[in-house]
């Protein structure tokens, strides 16, 4: 049976192309569970439709080749680039905060840097 | 020279603590991290574990990550890029491991600045036959694919952190051989693959190296940390 998680909150993405601008794979984003690895990743595959734009296709000469991007929680470092450089909501935000991965001195030292 | 000393006149050195102590008192760390079984949010166990190298100075701290954290390859995705993940600071590496319910256990080795030098020396001979990924490069982490692709069976993970910290520790798994046993960790179709490519003549899985390290085989650590719960 296919195994699914619903975003709770929006996830950083990075890839092997380097850019300064901020990706986000945005809450609500519906992740199908493919496979997890020793090292502590899991790999979900996330079905996009594209509208009517026809792409070129090529064949993948290694069937068994996957080549995923990465996705992550933001950081305090990624929080503090987020507010000034990314129109982020505020929906987005509080379940950003309430994601359990940033500590109340990550948040604190944040919002410290707003409320002088 | 102080006034009035005559040349070549012996001083008085009224340093409180022995200056031959300091010598002989290990200034770095080497830490061989050995991730255990984990359990994914599907349910599944598993029980190949992750293994990575810490090298601790005055100078720097930094956490060595090898897997395949790129492009994946293989029936059962055993191998792929070779990712090398340097961490800048011990905390965000850990804190991944300990919410996946992960227990590492960190053996710890006293050795010297110059000899823990020698294992990032290692690292960095393989960072400048790769290349820099500054996509996936960030405030915590600088992100490498190494010349050697990935491979289960090795080159892996714990082969990789053990060569690195052979060069601090020359005698680090000197007689390893005897816990290389993969059908304590390996499912069957995985034990089948490894029969394929001829077997693995060193030790590569994190859980072998485990036993080995706690092991009175091994080279006596400095100290084991735990960090995390799980198995």
Not at chain 2, 6 to 26: C, G, M, Q, R, V
Request: with cysteine.
């Amino acid at each position: 049976m296919t195994k699914v998680h619903k975003l709770e909150y929006p996830l950083m993405l990075s890839s092997n192309v380097g850019s300064n601008n901020i990706h986000m794979l945005p809450r609500g984003t519906v992740l199908y569970f493919d496979k997890s690895y020793p090292e502590g990743f899991t790999r979900y595959k996330v079905y996009v439709n594209i509208d009517r734009t026809p792409l070129k296709l090529e064949e993948l000469a290694d069937p068994t080749e996957i080549d995923p991007i990465d996705a992550a929680v933001p950081s305090k470092e990624d929080l503090l680039k987020l507010l000034s450089d990314y129109p982020l909501t505020k929906g987005d935000l509080e379940s950003i905060l309430n994601s359990n991965r940033l500590s109340k001195e990550d948040i604190k030292e944040v919002f410290g840097k707003y409320i002088r | 020279m102080p006034s009035g000393q005559k040349p070549f006149e012996a001083t008085t050195n009224n340093t409180p603590k022995s200056i031959a102590n300091d010598k002989l008192k290990p200034t770095a760390e080497v830490h061989i991290l050995v991730g255990g079984a984990y359990t994914d949010s599907s349910g599944e166990e598993h029980r190949y574990g992750h293994t990575a190298l810490r090298v601790k100075t005055r100078m720097s701290d930094l956490t060595y990550d090898f897997g395949r954290y790129g492009k994946v390859t293989g029936t059962f995705g055993e191998s792929g890029d070779g990712i090398l993940r340097v961490w800048r600071s011990f905390q965000p590496y850990i804190s991944g491991e300990v919410v996946l319910q992960r227990k590492t256990t960190g053996f710890v080795y006293g050795v010297f600045d110059h000899e823990g030098d020698l294992s990032s020396s290692y690292f960095n001979g393989l960072i400048r036959s790769g290349s820099f990924i500054g996509g996936k490069s960030n405030h915590q982490k600088n992100v490498y694919r190494l010349a050697a692709d990935y491979h289960a069976l090795g080159p892996n993970c714990t082969t990789l952190s053990l060569d690195a910290a052979r060069q601090a520790l020359p005698k680090i798994d000197q007689g390893s051989e005897k816990y290389n046993k993969p059908e304590d960790v390996l499912t069957f179709t995985e034990r089948l693959a490894l029969k394929s490519k001829g077997g693995a003549p060193r030790l590569f899985l994190p859980a072998n190296l485990l036993k080995f390290l706690h092991s009175g085989d091994a080279v006596k650590p400095l100290r084991v940390d735990v960090y995390g719960t799980g198995k």
